[in-house]
């Protein structure tokens, strides 16, 4: 595994968090942008990460060791021309994801892996016309990387089963669990229950059955917690499938099958509220916008180490 050439295209928060998680595992990473203020904040954002995981107890190396194993760079062909693996965490944007995979396709080695963290852009759409088109994979990482464990490897309709294999097979050599997709739909498995689970969130908040406080705390501190330790097909087998369909004949046609996001968004979003980084959303906020980044990362730390304990 140290013998492997590594990049990692896109020196966002997930860019610099990738290269966090290469790095526990020993991987050399180079990272790659198109302007250098992006790599230097990327630098200071990995600086404090590792030390917020040194103080934490997660990480041993060093914020220097970590660093000494990073290449940072402005030139894409030269910083893939030997990597085995190219991993890009650009803007969400079709064409910005195909120029950069035609870029580095033609200087890559001629088997490199060509990876997107898209979290929801069809992999086929990506690929679609490129002769390199069998080894471009979809590798969607929940953020933050370095602490979550699961991983999407999607199949393109071209994508190769030995481009599937071997990328599954470095998710695992890095500690984490590849959740193979199949079908290349929108929005893969992560974010389509995601966006399942939050329609209906922002639904029941609409028709006045519950504030958004109230549902807020219902799935972080009840559906979330069991989600933890067992999932939704193990929770039916436990109450049984009998009573779950019963439930959910009754249930299923009052639950919202809104086509387009909630009006609350745009309420919000009318009212300047846009997120933590302008101080309220759905909820306000005093902190900074990294303070609030921390005390999730804290809270995930906590229940990693109580599931670990418990085995």
Known sequence: MQ?????V????????????HFRSADLPVTLIDHRQSNLDD????????????????????????????????LDAPEGVAESEIVLETVAEDLETKREVFETVAAAA???????TNTSGIPITEIAAG???ADRVV????LFPPYLLPTVEVIRGESTSEETVDRLAAFVEAVGRKPIIVHRDVPGFVWNRVQFAV???????????????EDVNTAIR??????????????TVDIAGLELFKTVGDDLIPELSNAETVSDLFDDYLAEGRGGVEKGAGFFSYNESPEDVQRQRDDRLIEVARALEEDG
């Open 9 to 20: 295209i896109g020196a966002g928060q997930m860019g610099a968090g990738f290269v966090v």
């Open 138 to 141: 979809g590798c969607h990482w």
């Open 130 to 132: 490129f002769p390199f």
């Open 198 to 212: 939050l329609r209906e969130c922002a639904h029941i908040v609409e028709e006045g059955v519950a504030s958004v």
């Open 109 to 115: 080695p001629s088997n490199a892996i060509l990876a």
């Open 3 to 7: 013998d492997l050439q590594l990049s």
């Open 221 to 234: 501190d009840g559906y979330a917690r069991r989600t933890a330790v067992i999932g939704p097909f193990e």
């Open 42 to 73: 990327a630098r200071s954002r990995i600086r404090e990460t590792v030390r917020f995981l040194n103080d934490r107890g997660m990480m041993e190396a060093s914020p220097e060791v970590v660093l000494d194993g990073v290449t940072f760079t």
